[in-house]
């Protein structure tokens, strides 16, 4: 199993221009996240995905947008980059048991995505 | 606002010795708590967990505390070991949002020195 996996890893882009990102994972769990993550920030939930065809808005949604087409899989878009989206975004997934128990998410190895 | 604070950025303990990291919550509603482990160039992956039920989890060489009324846990590490050498994230979760959200903390980086 490749776990949670994340297209590209590397990016620079500029001002204006669009792109999305690509997340897989292959553990057929029910819930997405995408996060970013910046310097003395710790990771911020952008959007996430409780199923295939839903999405929901995270703590930090403006300038993203999403789709979960697949279950397998979690596209983030952006419109028209700013440099204020420089940042390092990570993917993760998770399985709710629906119980009291933890909710381990399993995280890509993230994209780094530069706005110039 | 951070609603989980890990206020030391960094931390250096030398090889053997315990290594002690710190996290505060201010959301009453959290009650499953999380510490993730992250190398460079690589996601997150998850260390130990405690539920508010309970006030210490051990696994192995890991174990965290949590004080509810102070909303403070911990993670002490027993012996630190180079390879332990990379940044810890806190988390918390509220149970009764039920789509999973983690909500976490700055980080903080451990050096564990020869």
């Known amino acids: 199993n490749a776990g949670v996996t994340q297209t590209p890893k590397f990016r620079v882009l500029k001002t204006g221009q669009s792109m999305t990102l690509l997340c897989a994972q292959d553990m057929n769990h029910e819930y997405m996240y995408w996060y970013r993550q910046d310097p003395g920030m710790g990771l911020r939930l952008i959007h996430y995905s409780v199923g295939e065809g839903t999405t929901a808005k995270g703590e930090v949604p403006d300038g993203y947008n999403v789709s979960r087409l697949k279950k397998q899989n979690f596209l983030l878009g952006l419109e028209s980059a700013a440099p204020s989206q420089t940042s390092v975004y990570f993917c993760?997934?998770?399985?709710?048991?629906?119980?009291?128990?933890?909710?381990?998410?399993?995280f890509g190895p993230g994209t780094r995505l530069t706005v110039l | 606002d951070q609603q989980v604070k890990q206020n030391s950025p960094s931390l250096s303990v030398q090889e053997g010795r315990i290594s002690i990291l710190n996290c505060d919550y201010t959301?009453?509603?959290?009650?499953?708590f999380l510490w993730y482990k992250k190398y460079p160039a690589e996601g997150p992956t998850f260390l130990i967990s405690i539920s508010s039920i309970k006030d210490k989890n051990e696994d192995g060489r890991f174990t965290v505390f949590l004080n509810k009324s102070a909303k403070h846990l911990s993670l002490h590490i027993v012996p630190s070991q180079p390879g332990d050498s990379a940044v810890y994230f806190c988390a918390a979760s509220a149970y009764t949002d039920s789509w999973g959200k983690l909500q976490f903390g700055a980080g903080t980086q451990v050096v564990v020195t020869p």
């Open positions: 993760a997934s998770s399985i709710i048991t629906g119980l009291a128990d933890y909710n381990e998410q399993f």
């Open positions: 959301n009453s509603m959290f009650d499953y």
